[in-house]
């Protein structure tokens, strides 16, 4: 008798993963996929989930397939996975090691298509040695190719994607390595921006203006127009004056990435300067004279050195957007007299015609007003304990929604689990063939998919709004009182501080603004106190990870146009400034 008649029908899922966006333009996760459904059509497992993580590296267990996969197999979606190769799940073998012992703890088994799952010790210590054995021969093949690249470099060898800008490149033919000759039309273009530059005293942004003038297009661009940092890169390459430099740079992880992403395909996608001494260089034709690169690297040296945030400080920066959802950047004085936030739409669409028409917001009424109403909330316990209360009554009723949404998917898909189970019953019995099955399955598979990604969500939304840690009202008085007394003496870096840890986000235009926060108290707030005999008694209210939401709105003074620019009396400032309670 066939197995699958003895034991039932098997449901399993399937996981792929490809490393490179080449890989994945290539179709190689589609190979992997075509040979799992033929391999899983031979055992006569029905598939119902398929996870494929496009793009990403073998390296990170954080991947958004993996994660789903992993939180499925703890609700017992499917009975097995079902995957290509072990590399396919990580590279690292302890990596390998970690999520198949997680997936065996849930009941999950594994299989995989090009070697036999470990079922016994012995088999286990073989699948290790194996896995180690890969780890070292892929190290050793990335040390080779480092070395032979190093040597190919030594010897003159070029070795580029894609040649530099001004650049055409001869591959590599026969015995003759690949070489760098100068394209004439785009060293024209090169030698131009040089001398508008060099000479005529013209700013990246100018150079970039005059460039879209003449219909002058970069290589690559999805809206065809050249960008500032692009541009600045170029002009510091040192393969303009002959010298073709690798290895210059490292990949790093970023400190303080502009996006705070759970989920990251390029991990390292910062880089940082090498030590001069370990760079590595070919020569190639020269299209600029020394003086004139010396001289344009000079000037903008003197550019980045006089950055507007670093010679005017805004408090708000990094915090405040626009109303069409863009940042607001600090923009420097006009007149030397006020500064703005501006939307930072302008710049992105530089040099095409913005999409956006808000003007600037004056910084410096922004800066007060926001630090003003803010300071006074923090030093409130009444209004901080009143947003707590109102904070608390929004949760409940959005915990009670997003409870009663989840109640009735879970019944849905209780009742569809129960009709699969009546088919498979019936399949058990000998009433239709397994394509027929397959045939009244399928719809069915689909749908409870749907239901159980919508069964996700409402769970993580009623995550989101579960049991609020809120602190006491012990520790709010304690940081309130303290807060009062520190705050009148505060340099700008501290404020500064205070608004980034304090403000989620500001959103306005030049009459309001919309400010949401999220305080989160410090771990330990302490009575400092002595006892009678001299020892310390300092007493510590536990606050680790609860936090205060709130959020406020600020009217900024209309601009009174009536007055010539730059007057003092530009801007009006008869608007109330009382600090209220929360807005409804």
């Given at each position: 008798m066939?197995?699958?008649?003895?034991?039932?029908?098997?449901?399993?899922?399937?996981?792929?993963?490809?490393?490179?966006?080449?890989?994945?333009?290539?179709?190689?996760?589609?190979?992997q996929?075509?040979?799992?459904?033929?391999?899983?059509?031979?055992?006569?497992?029905?598939?119902?989930?398929?996870?494929?993580?496009?793009?990403?590296?073998?390296?990170?267990?954080?991947?958004?397939?993996?994660?789903?996969?992993?939180?499925?197999?703890?609700?017992?979606?499917?009975?097995?996975?079902?995957?290509?190769?072990?590399?396919?799940?990580?590279?690292?073998?302890?990596?390998?090691?970690?999520?198949?012992?997680?997936?065996?703890?849930?009941?999950?088994?594994?299989?995989?298509?090009?070697?036999?799952?470990?079922?016994?010790?012995?088999?286990?210590?073989?699948?290790?040695?194996?896995?180690l054995?890969?780890?070292?021969?892929?190290?050793?093949?990335?040390?080779?190719?480092?070395?032979?690249?190093?040597?190919?470099?030594?010897?003159?060898?070029?070795?580029?994607?894609?040649?530099?800008?001004?650049?055409?490149?001869?591959?590599?033919?026969?015995?003759?390595h690949?070489?760098?000759?100068?394209?004439?039309?785009?060293?024209?273009?090169?030698?131009?921006?040089?001398?508008?530059?060099?000479?005529?005293?013209?700013?990246?942004?100018?150079?970039?203006?005059?460039?879209?003038e003449?219909?002058?297009?970069?290589?690559?661009?999805?809206?065809?127009?050249?960008?500032?940092?692009?541009?600045?890169?170029?002009?510091?390459?040192?393969?303009?004056?002959?010298?073709?430099?690798?290895?210059?740079?490292?990949?790093?992880?970023?400190?303080?990435?502009?996006?705070k992403?759970?989920?990251?395909?390029?991990?390292?996608?910062?880089?940082?300067?090498?030590?001069?001494?370990?760079?590595?260089?070919?020569?190639?034709?020269?299209?600029?004279?020394?003086?004139t690169?010396?001289?344009?690297?000079?000037?903008?040296?003197?550019?980045?050195?006089?950055?507007?945030?670093?010679?005017?400080?805004?408090?708000?920066?990094?915090?405040i957007?626009?109303?069409?959802?863009?940042?607001?950047?600090g923009?420097?004085?006009?007149?030397?007299?006020?500064?703005?936030?501006?939307?930072?739409?302008?710049?992105?669409?530089?040099?095409?015609?913005?999409?956006?028409?808000?003007?600037?917001?004056?910084?410096?009424?922004?800066?007060?007003?926001?630090?003003?109403?803010?300071?006074?909330?923090?030093?409130?316990?009444?209004l901080?304990?009143?947003?707590?209360?109102?904070?608390?009554?929004?949760?409940?009723?959005?915990?009670?929604?997003?409870?009663?949404?989840?109640?009735?998917?879970?019944?849905?898909?209780?009742?569809?689990?129960?009709?699969?189970?009546?088919?498979?019953?019936?399949?058990?019995?000998?009433?239709?063939?397994?394509e027929?099955?397959?045939?009244?399955?399928?719809?069915?598979?689909?749908?409870?998919?749907?239901?159980e990604?919508?069964?996700?969500?409402?769970?993580?939304?009623?995550?989101?709004?579960g049991?609020?840690?809120?602190?006491?009202?012990?520790?709010?008085?304690?940081?309130?009182?303290?807060?009062?007394?520190?705050?009148?003496?505060?340099?700008?870096?501290?404020?500064?501080?205070?608004?980034?840890?304090?403000?989620?986000?500001?959103?306005?235009?030049?009459?309001?603004?919309?400010?949401?926060?999220?305080?989160?108290?410090?771990?330990?707030?302490?009575?400092?106190?002595?006892?009678?005999?001299?020892?310390?008694?300092?007493?510590?209210?536990?606050?680790?990870?609860?936090?205060?939401?709130?959020?406020?709105?600020?009217?900024?003074?209309?601009?009174?146009?009536r007055?010539?620019?730059?007057?003092?009396?530009?801007?009006?400032?008869?608007?109330?400034?009382?600090?209220?309670?929360?807005?409804?």
């Amino acid at each position: 008798m066939n197995p699958i008649e003895q034991t039932g029908i098997k449901n399993i899922a399937v996981y792929a993963r490809v490393s490179t966006a080449n890989q994945e333009e290539e179709g190689t996760i589609e190979t992997q996929l075509v040979e799992v459904r033929e391999f899983a059509r031979k055992a006569a497992l029905n598939i119902i989930r398929e996870y494929c993580d496009d793009g990403w590296s073998g390296d990170t267990l954080v991947r958004p397939a993996l994660d789903s996969l992993r939180q499925d197999a703890r609700s017992k979606m499917w009975d097995t996975i079902l995957i290509y190769d072990p590399d396919r799940l990580a590279r690292r073998y302890s990596y390998q090691e970690l999520v198949m012992d997680e997936l065996k703890e849930a009941g999950i088994d594994i299989k995989f298509v090009t070697v036999t799952s470990p079922s016994n010790p012995e088999e286990k210590i073989l699948h290790g040695v194996r896995g180690l054995f890969a780890e070292y021969e892929r190290a050793k093949i990335k040390e080779r190719f480092r070395l032979g690249k190093q040597r190919k470099i030594k010897e003159g060898h070029i070795m580029v994607s894609q040649p530099l800008y001004g650049y055409s490149y001869t591959p590599k033919k026969d015995k003759v390595h690949g070489f760098y000759e100068i394209n004439p039309e785009e060293a024209r273009v090169v030698k131009m921006m040089f001398d508008w530059i060099a000479n005529k005293g013209m700013t990246i942004r100018g150079v970039i203006k005059k460039l879209q003038e003449k219909g002058i297009k970069p290589r690559k661009s999805k809206r065809g127009v050249w960008s500032a940092s692009t541009l600045t890169t170029i002009l510091r390459n040192e393969a303009f004056i002959g010298k073709a430099h690798w290895r210059s740079s490292i990949a790093v992880i970023p400190k303080n990435p502009l996006k705070k992403e759970r989920y990251r395909k390029t991990q390292k996608s910062s880089r940082i300067a090498r030590p001069r001494d370990e760079w590595m260089s070919v020569d190639v034709p020269r299209i600029i004279d020394d003086d004139t690169f010396n001289d344009v690297r000079t000037k903008l040296s003197l550019n980045k050195n006089t950055q507007i945030g670093a010679r005017h400080p805004y408090l708000l920066t990094g915090r405040i957007f626009c109303v069409c959802l863009k940042r607001r950047v600090g923009s420097g004085p006009q007149r030397g007299r006020y500064k703005y936030y501006v939307c930072c739409e302008k710049v992105a669409s530089f040099p095409l015609l913005k999409k956006c028409n808000e003007k600037g917001l004056n910084a410096i009424h922004a800066d007060n007003l926001v630090w003003e109403r803010l300071s006074g909330i923090l030093g409130s316990s009444d209004l901080l304990k009143a947003q707590i209360t109102h904070e608390s009554k929004e949760s409940e009723m959005n915990r009670k929604y997003f409870k009663d949404d989840a109640t009735v998917i879970g019944e849905e898909i209780r009742k569809l689990n129960e009709q699969i189970d009546r088919y498979n019953r019936a399949y058990g019995e000998g009433v239709f063939s397994i394509e027929q099955l397959r045939e009244y399955v399928d719809p069915i598979r689909n749908r409870l998919v749907s239901l159980e990604s919508d069964l996700r969500a409402a769970n993580n939304h009623l995550l989101d709004v579960g049991e609020t840690n809120f602190p006491s009202d012990e520790a709010i008085d304690l940081f309130a009182s303290n807060f009062k007394k520190i705050s009148k003496n505060l340099n700008f870096e501290q404020k500064r501080e205070i608004v980034l840890n304090a403000v989620e986000k500001i959103v306005g235009n030049q009459s309001r603004l919309e400010i949401a926060c999220n305080l989160i108290l410090n771990q330990h707030v302490g009575y400092r106190t002595n006892h009678r005999n001299g020892w310390d008694n300092t007493q510590k209210v536990e606050n680790l990870g609860k936090r205060i939401p709130f959020h406020f709105t600020i009217e900024l003074p209309p601009p009174d146009y009536r007055n010539r620019p730059g007057s003092l009396n530009r801007f009006r400032r008869d608007v109330p400034n009382k600090l209220t309670a929360f807005p409804k």
